[in-house]
């Protein structure tokens, strides 16, 4: 879940846009429109999980997250329509990122250890934004796009899903 939170990559998402041909303006729109489907999600994901679970709010973050940057993988194309989408979904499903770990935290914990577990998933976030920041620039040299970073953050964002779900697996067989 680390390396697919907000504040890892955001200013790459416009970096993307124009560098796929799409112009400043319409890539810094697609930001705000990121912005403030991140800022809505915050407000509803909660209750979101509260209707449905932590495990199936969880699986419908990460879809909206895949799915979203799936469609900003498609940007060369030049349809404003997969970047659209993707500013959507991504900004939608990355409130994740600040709900689910609470969540998370407390469902995965005892009472005895639930401090050290908060404080393990907090570090590991954080660790995994500030390594990852790195990682667009050195893949745009290599690769000659930022297309290649969201594709690597497809599968980030799949691995993240199937260890929090093989945890939440693992703890309710306990």
Same mark, same amino acid.
């Given at each position: 879940?680390?390396v ?24 810094a ?6 912005g ?6 915050? #407000?509803?994901? $909660? ?5 449905? /679970?932590a495990?199936r &709010? %969880? *699986? ?5 997250? +895949? ?15 997969? #970047?659209?989408? $993707? ?5 939608? /499903?990355?409130a994740? &990122? %600040? *709900? ?5 935290? +407390? ?5 005895a ?8 998933f ?14 667009? &620039? ?37």
């Amino acid at each position: 879940m680390n390396v697919v939170s907000p504040s890892s990559h955001l200013p790459f998402l416009s970096v993307l846009l124009v560098s796929e041909g799409f112009p400043h303006s319409f890539a810094a729109l697609m930001l705000s429109v990121y912005g403030i489907c991140l800022t809505f999600s915050k #407000a509803f994901t $909660g209750r979101l999980y509260d209707m449905i /679970g932590a495990v199936r &709010g %969880t *699986i419908v973050s990460f879809t909206a997250i +895949i799915v979203g940057l799936v469609c900003l993988c498609l940007t060369p194309t030049g349809l404003a329509v997969f #970047a659209v989408a $993707g500013s959507v979904l991504y900004g939608a /499903g990355m409130a994740v &990122g %600040t *709900i689910g770990i609470p969540i998370w935290s +407390i469902q995965l914990s005892t009472a005895a250890n639930r401090s050290t577990v908060i404080r393990q998933f907090q570090v590991g976030y954080a660790t995994g934004s500030f390594v990852y920041n790195l990682v667009p &620039g050195v893949l745009m040299d290599l690769c000659g796009t930022y297309v290649a970073s969201y594709a690597i953050l497809v599968v980030f964002a799949g691995v993240a899903l199937a260890l929090i779900l093989t945890t939440y697996r693992q703890y309710t067989r306990d």
